[in-house]
């Protein structure tokens, strides 16, 4: 297993490129099935959940073609099983978004059910109910969720909580049913908006695009010409390294990014101490060698401050001036980064959702284990800064999500090595 080794101390500086969102690439190359024509897929990211995808895809008999550019070709014609094994689902929760598109255009699906996750327990039941209330017959056995249907059936779904790939696939399902579908407490994450614009191109007939109630009035068809559609770009990714630069007093510029999808994020950032400016496609920040103030934030779906970058500030409050409150209400357990935080010399008080976070000196280097995605991500912001060496083991979690991590960090200065198992 490859790790990670940091020597802390370095402060940030540079210009970086910003990737793909992962959580847009993962639901469109799911609509890809969808599909009467080839679709391209452009700015994807580099990271192994797209492997995976793509695995998943090739193992249903789909054909893909990725060029040197990372656009990928999907032909759904040649689709020969509607099957999402348990080995691949296990590794990659999103792979139950092949169940509404493989539902929707084939009228069968068999996907493994993603089980126990570090980060909660993560239930797909809004995503099985939507299907069933469109007419789907769906049986769950053996740790498979089987589902057979005829046309799907439009009709109106109020989501008892706001779930993002509940709402992609149950937006892409209705997407070929027969009718009007109107999904209301929608997601409203810009990754969820991406998808429908990507399912628009593709002829669907969707309104009320970024607002909580999608209308949604089924097609026969998706896709009848070839179309090109690329991916919007990671607004977790270009928080990830606002923060790692805000940490070390640094000062960067993120280019093909959208600050206008990160505003919970970046507002933070400024009461943090950080002097923002902003363009149509890129951020700058500048910490002019300060060392950050701590900052509360509290979680919540979008537009509000993202579950995905609470480890990242739980990890800047580690050597923050002050005390900032973290309060987690999207998963119950994603404090898995706390552990190993502590580990380095943070002072954290965990009490249910909530964590203390009160600002220490210095952090310093230590053997610290990854448990997930975004967990990792926090572990590598806090050796940036941490007195001595830090080895992240387990990077795999991160391969997942961050497009070449090493190689961007040291762009922009830092001491960072991977090493091979
Ligand atoms: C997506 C993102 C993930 C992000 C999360 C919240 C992708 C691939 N992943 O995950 O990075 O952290 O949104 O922004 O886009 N829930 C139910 N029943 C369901 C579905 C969800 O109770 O059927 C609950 C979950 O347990 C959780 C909450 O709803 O407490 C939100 O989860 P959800 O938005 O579904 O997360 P994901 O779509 O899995």
């Known amino acids: 297993m490859d790790k990670l080794i940091i020597t802390g101390g370095a402060r940030l500086s540079g210009e970086l490129r910003i990737s793909g969102a992962k959580n847009a690439a993962l639901p469109i190359l799911a609509a890809t099935l969808l599909s009467q024509s080839p679709v391209s897929v452009g700015n994807i990211p580099h990271l192994h959940d797209i492997t995976t995808t793509m695995e998943l895809l090739g193992r249903m008999g789909v054909d893909l073609t990725v060029d040197e550019k990372m ?3 999907v032909d759904s014609s040649t689709i020969n099983s509607f099957v999402a094994p348990y080995e691949l689902v296990r590794t990659m929760r999103a792979s139950i978004l092949v169940l509404g598109p493989l539902v929707a255009r084939f009228g069968e699906a068999h996907v493994s059910l993603p089980g126990g996750c570090a980060i909660g327990s993560r239930p797909v039941d809004i995503h099985i109910n939507g299907l069933i209330k469109m ?4 049986t769950v056995e053996n740790g498979f969720i089987h589902a057979k249907a005829g046309r799907l059936q ?4 109020v989501l008892e909580q706001i779930t993002v790939t509940g709402t992609e696939n149950l937006l892409m ?3 070929l049913a027969e009718g009007t579908t109107i999904i209301e407490n929608a997601a409203k994450e810009p990754e969820v908006t991406d998808l429908a614009h990507f399912l628009n191109k593709m002829g669907a007939k969707i309104t ?3 607002t909580d109630v999608l209308v949604i009035e089924g097609v026969e068809k998706l896709g009848v010409d070839s179309i090109h559609y690329d991916i919007l770009p990671d607004r977790i990714e270009t928080g990830t390294y606002l923060i790692a630069a805000a940490i070390t007093g640094g000062s960067i510029k993120l280019k093909n990014t959208r600050p206008d999808i990160l505003d919970a994020v970046l507002e933070k950032l400024v009461e943090a101490g950080a002097d923002i400016t902003t363009g149509k496609d890129w951020i700058k920040l500048d910490m002019h060698g300060k060392k950050p103030k701590a900052v509360s934030v509290r979680t919540s779906p979008y537009p509000a401050f993202p579950t995905d970058m609470q480890a990242q500030f739980t990890a800047m409050n580690a050597i923050a001036d002050g005390v900032g409150i973290i309060t987690e209400t999207v998963f119950e357990n994603r404090f898995m980064h706390i552990q190993e935080l502590q580990r380095m010399g943070a ?12 600002g220490v000196k210095k952090l310093t280097g230590a053997p610290v284990m990854s448990t997930d995605l975004r967990a990792s991500a926090s572990l590598v912001i806090a050796a940036l800064v941490a007195e001595g060496d830090t080895l992240v083991d387990r990077i795999y979690h991160i391969d997942r999500g961050y497009d070449h991590i090493e190689e961007k960090l040291s762009q922009l200065g830092a001491t960072i090595r991977r090493v091979p198992r």
Request: aromatic residues 0%.
């Open 71 to 73: 656009n990928i070709e």
């Open 135 to 138: 007419g789907a017959d769906i």
């Open 173 to 175: 399902a209705a997407a």
């Open 347 to 358: 002072d954290i008080k965990l009490e249910s959702n909530t964590a203390i976070v009160t």
């Open 208 to 210: 009320g695009i970024g």
């Open 154 to 157: 439009g009709c109106r779904l």
